[in-house]
């Protein structure tokens, strides 16, 4: 059994994994508002609204859920719990395609908020069968996958929003299935019976993860750090269209044109150099330089003053990517073996506290600077608060590399 965890086949499951739960939900984005006028939603402004209610429903799902499915996986092992929650995944997609109304959307992101903490038991997974030293490497892999997703999920959903606004949901749902009944053959169970431990509410809350911290305050500093990484980089989803227009008066075309060069640029470098800049550097440096320069290319889209400089920054920027993968195999070196359910799903709580708070910090920033009562007229202003809270975080990085060096 070791040999074949050690094998290709279940980190190719894992990386498949996140890769269709990307694609399954860029898949949608191009034809929700015109799903959400068709159902009802007066006007485009409406339909952005209950979108993005959507979306925070999702999240706030996820941030429940996560340590509960996080700390399931430490009990009854990773397989059943990614198994479950892959088949949840395609009933809520079908669920969204049959949907008669705006309020089975909102069941159906539900349904996706408790089955996309899949993410959870998939990074414990990787941890067990990853030797430590390797692990950064392996995040990495797996983090692109969910770059390339989000690459290839648009472009699937605008083809197949020709045939109609409901076309998406179902290839999404067939997917989701796909990868389940892939996921019933090739994917061997990782924890062992003598490594799980009872299921403990108290260690499955939202919060519950801050007790396990406790015990590992490097670990504490690396999860706000890796906080802040996502709070920041939440300028991105929410923000880049409207930013671009604003700046540049850029097209649709040319927006996904940059959206889909950042995507592959940050997705080979997760797959290829991840692995590699940890050794190099060590895991505290690597997590630094991503953080710094998540920073510096936040700050550069808020200044570049001409368009094709953004190209330029999206070069420069996709070695950010780095920082996740980093900051995930630092955490998963100090914790123990039969605790990383429960670390991935504390985390997946703080990442979706980030996604929450993130979109709208973000939009209601550049709103208020592209608006007619702004002291000054400044698009870029999100990209700066952006750069802002990512200094936090590399400072963080920085001030226990010094509290590591004054302890040796």
Request: aromatic letters at 12%; one cysteine or more.
């Amino acid at each position: 059994m070791t040999a074949d965890l050690a094998g290709r086949k279940p980190l190719a499951f894992i990386f498949v994994t996140r890769l269709i739960d990307a694609i399954g939900f860029g898949i949608v984005m191009p034809v929700l508002p015109q799903l959400l006028l068709s159902m009802g939603a007066p006007d485009i402004a409406a339909a952005t609204r209950i979108g993005g209610y959507l979306l925070v429903t999702y999240a706030v799902l996820q941030f429940f859920c996560g340590p509960i499915v996080g700390n399931l996986s430490d009990r009854f092992g990773r397989r059943p719990v990614i198994l479950v929650s892959l088949f949840a995944y395609g009933v809520d997609y079908a669920l969204m395609g049959f949907a008669p109304s705006i309020f089975w959307l909102f069941i159906g992101r539900m349904i996706a908020g408790i089955a996309g903490a899949v993410y959870v038991p998939a990074s414990a997974f990787v941890a067990d069968v990853t030797p430590p030293e390797k692990r950064a490497h392996a995040f990495g892999l797996v983090s692109s996958a969910f770059g390339l997703g989000f690459i290839l999920g648009p472009g699937i959903g605008g083809l197949l929003g020709e045939l109609g606004p409901r076309a998406p949901f179902f290839a999404a749902a067939a997917l989701a299935g796909a990868n389940f009944l892939f996921g019933v053959f090739v994917l061997p169970e990782s924890l062992p019976r003598e490594r799980r431990r009872a299921f403990d509410w108290r260690r499955a809350n939202p919060l519950g993860v801050a007790a396990l911290l406790k015990h590992h305050p490097a670990v504490l500093v690396y999860a706000l750090a890796m906080t802040a990484y996502f709070l920041g980089n939440n300028v991105y989803p929410s923000t880049w269209a409207f930013f671009m227009t604003a700046k540049f008066d850029w097209s649709p075309g040319m927006i996904g044109l940059s959206l889909m060069a950042t995507g592959v640029t940050m997705a080979v470098v997760q797959a290829t150099l991840t692995g590699r800049m940890t050794a190099l550097l060590g895991g505290e440096r690597a997590a630094l330089l991503g953080l710094s320069l998540a920073a510096a290319s936040a700050l550069g889209y808020a200044l570049v003053p001409a368009a094709w400089m953004v190209f330029v920054v999206i070069l420069f920027g996709a070695l950010q990517a780095i920082t996740y993968p980093s900051l995930n195999a630092l955490m998963s070196r100090q914790i123990p073996a039969d605790a990383q359910g429960e670390l991935q799903g504390g985390l997946a709580s703080l990442t979706s506290i980030a996604n929450v708070a993130g979109p709208l910090l973000m939009t209601q920033t550049l709103g208020y600077f592209t608006s007619v009562n702004a002291p000054a007229h400044f698009p870029g202003a999100a990209f700066v608060l952006a750069a802002a809270i990512n200094t936090v975080g590399a400072v963080l990085i920085f001030s226990q590399m010094r509290r590591g060096r004054e302890e040796l």
